[in-house]
């Protein structure tokens, strides 16, 4: 089950609204690339895993995304909050005030709401794990294009901790695959599910 | 569970264009042969059977003409060539995840602020200001490494250093963080603000 601890992994002290941000900033919350992707993506992955220590991480991974979707979605209030009329009129930001005024909602930047497509879950291990791989890397560079896009240093800081973050999960996911490659037989090295293997010939 | 190869190969050593140019016999050539090798000869074992090698062998044979399947040269083959699994000896392709232990890690306020507890996990990009230290709790800090730690145990279950470091580093956490209890005064605080999204300034003071 789940619980919820009431602080943020860490903090986000936005003081400067900034519609333009945020209409790029809302990718990591609902995009393809973003936390809501990532955390559904891990949690759902877990059920199919063959092994204890993957179930464990899978499951932490994915825990911790939703933590990072909790601050991006900080971020996202934080940077709308107090806007003056004239912001609000910018041309980015527009369209989507007029869908969801100071709401969060999850989309792509694009404006295209979020989608399960933009995750898979396969069901094989080896597979699942590449994905993970792939999606930590596709995080990472997004945070650091959105580095290159802020300004305002307490918009940085956060970007920043989120993007190492991404790193960290990649290196864990690697050593997971490795645990999952050092325990196949050499011969199945890439190629079999082992969760559908069965003595078929015995049918 | 099944033995049976089922898979493919990732073979990037693909087949090389023929280098020898001329009407040379291909069994002179170096490299593998393939159809549009512009030879006329059809390639021979040389290794003293003759036989005529009617296609290219796409295995790593150690004959140095590479043999078709049923070519008769009995040369010793330091690895025997087994048709259930034609990739047998080849190396696929593999993700490398460098290996890293407790050897260069931060202390936990450290961590925090950089956003890992290993040092060689701490991969800034190019220009990255320093952060001045953004306003954070001592709970907090424990709670990032005690987490950053669990998550090296998923993958390290056995590292005896790490599970010293996850009991002192609880210990520590529950000192700081203490006991949250909402229902002090006669009433269920829970609900009550600053939520985590509506923050305070620095130190404690009001927004």
């Not at chain 2, 390290?156 to 229902?183: F, V």
């Amino acid at each position: 089950m789940f619980v919820y601890e009431k602080e943020l992994q860490y903090p986000v002290r936005i003081r400067k609204p900034d519609q333009r941000m945020a209409s790029v900033i809302i990718s990591q919350y609902g995009g393809p690339d973003g936390e809501l992707g990532a955390s559904l993506r891990y949690l759902s992955q877990r059920y199919s895993m063959p092994c204890n220590e993957l179930k464990g991480l899978l499951t932490d991974i994915g825990t911790e995304e939703l933590g990072h979707l909790e601050m991006v979605g900080s971020m996202i209030h934080q940077l709308t909050r107090d806007l003056t009329d004239c912001q609000i009129q910018d041309s980015a930001f527009a369209p989507y005030f007029t869908d969801h005024a100071l709401g969060v909602y999850p989309q792509f930047a694009s404006g295209q709401p979020y989608h399960a497509a933009a995750m898979a879950v396969k069901g094989d291990p080896i597979t699942d794990l590449h994905e993970d791989l792939a999606a930590e890397q596709k995080a990472r560079t997004t945070y650091e294009n959105l580095i290159l896009l802020a300004d305002d240093p307490d918009v940085i800081d956060v970007l920043r901790f989120l993007r190492a973050r991404e790193i960290v999960h990649y290196q864990r996911f690697a050593e997971a695959l490795a645990m999952v490659q050092d325990r196949l037989n050499e011969k199945n090295f890439y190629a079999f599910n082992p969760m559908l293997q069965c003595d078929c010939k015995n049918k | 569970m099944r033995n049976d190869y089922i898979g493919t190969s990732i073979d990037g050593d693909a087949r090389a264009a023929c280098p020898c140019r001329s009407h040379q016999p291909c069994n002179t050539c170096q490299g593998r042969i393939n159809a549009n090798c512009g030879c006329n000869n059809r390639p021979t074992c040389n290794h003293g059977c003759g036989k005529p090698v009617d296609r290219p062998c796409d295995n790593d044979c150690t004959c140095q003409q590479r043999p078709h399947d049923d070519c008769t040269c009995n040369n010793d083959r330091p690895q025997p060539r087994d048709n259930n699994y034609p990739c047998h000896g080849r190396t696929p392709a593999m993700v490398y995840a460098q290996h890293h232990d407790l050897d260069s890690i931060y202390c936990a306020e450290k961590a925090l602020l950089r956003g890992t507890l290993f040092g060689c996990l701490d991969k800034p990009m190019c220009n990255e200001r320093c952060n001045d230290g953004a306003c954070t709790s001592q709970c907090q800090v424990d709670k990032f490494a005690l987490w950053e730690l669990r998550l090296y145990l998923n993958t390290h279950p056995n590292d005896q250093k790490a599970l010293a470091l996850l009991r002192k580093l609880t210990e520590q956490m529950e000192q700081d963080c203490g006991c949250a209890c909402y229902s002090d005064c006669n009433r269920w605080s829970w609900p009550d603000g600053p939520w985590p999204w509506e923050y305070q300034h620095c130190c404690g003071k009001e927004a």
